[in-house]
């Protein structure tokens, strides 16, 4: 198994510019999520899917859509990027039933300027 | 919603001494405690976990304490290695993670 994986690894956008950071997981993982890392703020959520078709708001969800259609992929989407949005981003997967224990991918490192 | 507090924020320590880093948390309903270790450039890897019915776990060099009464618990790391550098998180669940702010640690030889 691959695990988590997502693309790009690196990124640099312009603000305003709109951009989707993929996710993939070949676990058969029913919960999968998506997670900001800042300087001194640990891990936050922005938003989580408990299976395909199901989506909700984390902690920080502003800024950001993300869809579920289906059990592998969990993309997030940048409509219109903002300095703000700089950051490191992990995406997650859990199996069913143990939406607590998190499997993280490798990360995607996003510049926004 | 829960609040969980990380300290130290860094934390160096020799080869072969002990490192503990301590969490808080203020939510009573949380009733799962994992560890994320963080190697450069890498996602966070669980490394122990402990549930609330537990006080203690140990797994080789690494073990976690719980005191549900204080709200608290801990990671130590004995005889550390120059392998064991990384960031650690600790975080609390009563379903969804809440994670603490993360400790740098390095291990110097």
């Known amino acids: 198994n691959a695990g988590v994986t997502q693309t790009p690894k690196f990124q640099v956008l312009k603000t305003g510019q709109s951009m989707t950071l993929q996710c993939a997981q070949d676990m058969n993982h029913e919960y999968m999520s998506w997670y900001r890392q800042d300087p001194g703020m640990g891990l936050r959520l922005i938003h989580y899917s408990v299976g395909a078709g199901i989506t909700d708001q984390g902690e920080v969800p502003n800024g950001y859509n993300v869809s579920r259609s289906t059990t592998e992929d969990f993309p997030l989407r940048l409509l219109s990027a903002a300095p703000s949005q700089t950051s490191v981003y992990f995406c997650?997967?859990?199996?069913?039933?143990?939406?607590?224990?998190?499997?993280f991918g490798p990360g995607t490192r996003l510049t926004v300027l | 919603g829960e609040n969980v507090e990380q300290h130290p924020s860094t934390l160096s320590v020799q080869e072969g001494d002990s490192a503990v880093i301590k969490c808080t948390y203020s939510?009573?309903?949380?009733?799962?405690f994992p560890w994320y270790k963080q190697e450069l450039g890498k996602g966070p890897q669980l490394i122990i976990d402990?549930?609330?019915?537990?006080g203690e776990k140990k797994d080789q060099r690494i073990a976690v304490t719980l005191n549900k009464t204080a709200k608290h618990f801990s990671l130590h790391i004995t005889e550390t290695q120059p392998e064991d550098s990384a960031v650690y998180f600790c975080a609390a669940s009563w379903g969804k993670l809440q994670f603490g702010a993360g400790t740098q640690v390095v291990v110097t030889p």
């Open positions: 997650a997967s859990s199996p069913a039933g143990r939406s607590d224990t998190q499997y």
């Open positions: 402990i549930r609330s019915n537990v």
């Open positions: 939510d009573s309903a949380s009733n799962y």
